[in-house]
């Protein structure tokens, strides 16, 4: 397998606050990569420095082989790497179909395009990923009045709307329902499989991301505390004490 | 079906008005202005959630457009300015009519490409900075032009007269208006249906999330402007040749009037509807007149007391307590039918 995304020696810090300190890591195409850690020790930070949301202090990251980390969100979001957010954004005044017509990826829509209405085609395209995360039903509904866990389900149906290369997830899981979790879990690797979306996915949840992962990172301190895949990180010692306290 | 019977009806009542009520033709052409600035204040404001207090700027710039380009194509209009209704300027019904078919048009384009370069800057700005931001371009361009004496300073400007009767002329600035404001109408209509529409509504719910997920956030938010900019400044065009003669800071560049009326009307009717501004204006509209009637003296109070209690208990209008109250005749429901994927 190739690599896709190449984080080398990133390093960010807000002010005096190290959140990532010499950070290297990589994503291969077409798997499912895993990042976990401790609250607070740099995932959502190192996130947000590969989408563009700031500029990174020291290092390089690349997409695709081209260098991305002076590019800004949009620019980003153009080639085709997307991210999700821990708290969820979906446009909340708008029904789910609107809300999933409007992920359309623009950047295979010239300005004509734009002023076109949207077709019966991507509408059913719509519905499809909708009856796929099981909002079909509520597809009406503003989105704004759906349940968090909802939300969060429509965040990802948008994603997927958007036909990306990479999609990086911020904790997918978070605040969704035991038995929905394993729906997601499903889905996730559904999405990785038929639409042949590379993931990359921060989450807490150990038994979602140990059973979809095929490797997976740990920061701790903004460093990078251990790789490997979930065998070898569940063994690790140091993984162990860091989200047991031993620190 | 009955949409189009209504729209026909509209459209019935729109072309017998002004010949039913002469008396209240200049009231109805002052109606569709409102219709016009409320509408295209809504693009931004409502659809977009980017709440504009400058948009007067563009009617203001219109009427000077369509001054300089009327007298321009005639006299040349330092000249013209320079006698002070000194010397004696004519201009015969061609002239005028032609000067009356350029500036309108004109009018339009350049705001929409002052828009462009404003928008540039300003929309850098988020939330309450671009209101105070845009409020200061309008002020700024108030004060600049009335320190412009080729276009006639403080004293303002004076346009031709309309060369045949006085009815007549009342008559075509309404159609003027109503042609303007039925297209505006329709343009949103079909706008708001694109995947432009829907950008914009995704720019007004989470600008940040739209970048995110790619959208060329910059580029929409300033084609939205300059569209909006467009028919406030072609309605700004017909209120020059309306007014006849104005000066910069109380008619051109009002912001304390028709800058923030346009405003209030759009939150009366609900913002980022279609219907909202219209019904909005005509509520407006009615109620001014009728304070400004029948409790002169007290009409500002009166209107300050309107604004209070829609921005306290209405925020979204009338078409947003439909929404909220009958959230069904907006298609907002379960469907329990099974996916036919």
Sequence with gaps: MSTIIDVSSVSKSYGGVKANTDISLTVETGGITGLIGPNGSGKTTLFNSIVGYHPIDEGSIKFEGQEISKKLVPEIARLGLLRTFQQTRIYGEMNCVENMLISLPHRKLSLMDAFKKNTRADRDKAEQFLDFVGLYEKRFLQAGSLSFGQQKLLEFAMALMNEPTVLLLDEPTAGINPTLINGLIDRLKRANSEFGITLFIIEHNMRVIMNMADKIYCLAHGEMLAEGTPAEIQDDQRVIDAYLGAH | ??????????????????????????????????????????????????????????????????????????????????????????????????????????????????????????????????????????????????????????????????????????????????????????????????????????????????????????????????????????????????????????????????????????????????????????????????TWNYFLGWQWVALGALIVVVVVFFQDGLMGYLKYKRPEWFGIAVDTKEAKV
């Design chain 2, 1 to 290: 079906m009955s949409k189009t019977l209504f729209y026909i009806i509209l459209g019935i009542i729109t072309v017998i008005a002004p010949f039913a009520f002469p008396a209240f033709q200049t009231q109805l052409a002052t109606l569709w202005l409102m219709i016009i600035v409320a509408q295209s204040w809504d693009m931004t404001g409502g659809q977009m959630g980017y709440n504009s207090l400058g948009n007067i700027f563009f009617y203001g710039t219109g009427m000077y457009v369509a001054a300089v380009v009327t007298i321009g194509l005639v006299y040349p209009v330092g000249e013209y300015t320079g006698a002070a209704g000194g010397g004696i300027y004519t201009f015969t019904p061609d002239e005028y009519f032609l000067g009356m078919a350029l500036s309108i048009p004109a009018a339009g384009i350049f705001c929409a490409l002052c828009a462009f370069i404003i928008g540039y800057v300003t929309f850098g700005l988020r939330g309450p900075y671009f209101a105070i931001g845009t409020l200061g371009v309008a002020i700024a361009g108030g004060e600049m032009v009335s320190n412009w004496d080729w276009i006639g300073g403080g004293q303002g400007i004076s346009m031709p007269s309309y060369p045949y009767n006085f009815d007549q002329f009342k008559t075509v600035i309404y159609f003027l208006y109503a042609i303007l404001g039925i297209a505006l109408f329709f343009f949103c209509r079909w706008l708001y249906q694109t995947r432009f529409g829907a950008a914009i509504n995704a720019i007004r719910d989470d600008e940040e999330k739209a970048e995110a997920m790619g959208i060329h956030t910059m580029r929409y938010k300033l084609i939205a402007w300059a569209i909006s900019a467009f028919f406030v400044g072609a309605a700004g065009a017909i209120s020059a040749f309306q007014l006849i003669h104005f000066e910069p800071l109380e008619t051109a560049y009002q912001t304390i009037n028709l800058g923030i009326f346009m405003v209030v009307c759009v939150l009366l009717g609900g913002k980022g509807t279609l219907w909202g501004p219209v019904i909005g204006a005509v509520m407006f509209h009615v109620f001014k007149e009728l």
